[in-house]
Structure formats: C-alpha cells, structure tokens
C-alpha cells in the first residue's frame, strides 16, 4: 500500500526533502512520526513522506505526484508554525 505520512515541522521545507526515522528524531526533534514512519516501512508499505510549515499547496501536488491510498496525518500540537 502507497503510503504519504504528513506532519508539522518548524521550518519551510522542500516539497521534493524526504526524511527517514533518524533524521526525524535527531535532526528534527519527531518522535512520534519516526516510530509511524519506521512501522509502516517494517510492515512492507511503500511509504514518502511530506513536512508541513506555513502552505497546504505542497499537500496537494504531493498527493497528486505519489497517488497514496491512504494519507497519514501526524499533528503534534505545540508552537511550530509563524506569528
């Protein structure tokens, strides 16, 4: 199963940067959507991944480019986004 896992992150992002579980809990402080993205992948599902600031355009180029089946939203609540 085609997999996108999207998140929150606190900072602009590259529509086209991937992140694995490592980066995600070293680099990026996200536990939580390292431990998805690690089972998902364990689990044999082909899995992209997709960091989200300030825009939702990237969501829907994202979701047109990969064609998941199933888009899996991680939001952690906190002060990650402007103003």
């Not at 991937?18 to 899995?47: I, N, Q």
Request: glycine share 4%; charged share 35%; aromatic share 8%.
């Amino acid at each position: 199963m085609k997999v996108l896992v999207v998140f929150d992150i606190a900072r602009r992002a590259t529509a086209d940067e991937t992140f694995s579980p490592r980066e995600l809990k070293e680099e990026e402080d996200k536990e939580t959507e390292a431990d998805v993205l690690s089972c998902l992948k364990r689990l044999g599902h082909e899995v992209e991944t997709l960091a989200v600031f300030d825009d939702v355009l990237p969501i829907v180029e994202k979701i047109k480019s990969f064609a998941p089946d199933v888009v899996f939203t991680v939001r952690t609540y906190g002060d990650t986004g402007p103003g």
